[in-house]
């Protein structure tokens, strides 16, 4: 047993390379390290910018990463006891500070702003009288046949009329006759109020009155006898359609005196008064 034990240990050590058999590549390997040892024994390498000139780093300024923490409740308040202010002194402190220059400015504005609504007032207090007036007048001849006479004497009446008589609706071929000339008259006028009235009291005759108008005008007096109401009705009608005539006749020379809103009127007006051309 102890030959056979000689007999392996020399063939393990025939085979059994030397020391200096070792590959040199081996030997010419690279040590290698960790990288966090590696990345200590790395030198800061300053960054160099073109145009600018190179700094080193210590002289940049330093950025953290944290965010800007918003400061507590608490801390709020001991700040706030710290410097106590009112809500008085920080609401004055914002105020602007006037001086008696602008003081002076401002209640000259207003004191001319109060004239202003005064003389408006007093205006109107003056329509308002003179509204009242005619409506008094208005109510005690209302009753009365000679309309006619009582707007020839009182031009400043017959506005009013006109207006109560749209408001009612309540045309007759008195207030027809007695009104139409001043309406002929008032279509074109620069006042808004008149020429509005008239065009409506127009429009409302031709409505609910023209075919009335006509027939008056066409009735024909008994032979035997005199009807003098049927006399003076015939003639009351028979002026208004000469001047609703009129009116058609002048449609042309109208229409260059009003603005469009009027134009858009007065032609619907136009349109129904065709009935009076063709009558005789």
């Keep these: 047993m102890s030959g056979l034990d000689d007999r392996k240990k020399l063939t393990h050590a025939k085979n059994r390379k030397p020391l200096n058999d070792i590959p040199k590549s081996a030997e010419n390997r690279p040590n290698t390290r960790s990288t966090s040892s590696r990345r200590g024994a790395e030198k800061d390498v300053p960054i160099t910018f073109i145009g600018s000139s190179r700094t080193v780093k210590a002289d940049l300024p330093e950025f953290t990463n944290t965010r800007s923490r918003r400061p507590l409740h608490s801390e709020s308040k001991k700040e706030l006891s710290r410097n106590p202010v009112s809500r008085g002194e920080e609401h004055s402190s914002s105020l602007p500070k006037s001086s008696p220059e602008s003081s002076v400015s401002v209640m000259s504005s207003n004191a001319s702003l109060w004239s202003a609504c005064t003389e408006e007032v007093n205006k109107i207090g003056v329509c308002a009288k003179r509204e009242s007036r005619n409506l008094r007048v208005y109510k005690m001849k209302s009753f009365t046949s000679n309309m006619e006479q009582i707007l020839s004497n009182d031009n ?83 002026e208004c359609i000469h001047n609703f005539r009129k009116i058609v006749k002048n449609r042309d020379k109208i229409y260059k005196q009003i603005d469009q809103e009027t134009i858009y009127k007065l032609d619907a007006i136009l349109e129904r008064l065709k009935k009076v051309s063709s009558h005789k």
């Design 156 to 238: 400043q009446l017959a506005p009013t009329v006109i207006r109560i008589l749209n408001s009612r609706n309540s045309w007759c071929l008195n207030s027809c006759h007695a009104c139409l000339t001043f309406i002929m008259e008032n279509i074109t006028s620069d006042n808004y109020g008149k020429r509005s009235a008239c065009l409506k009291a127009l429009a409302s005759i031709t409505n609910s009155l023209l075919d009335t108008i006509i027939g008056f005008a066409s009735t024909k007096t008994r032979r035997i006898g005199v009807d003098v109401v049927a006399e003076e009705r015939a003639a009351k009608a028979t």
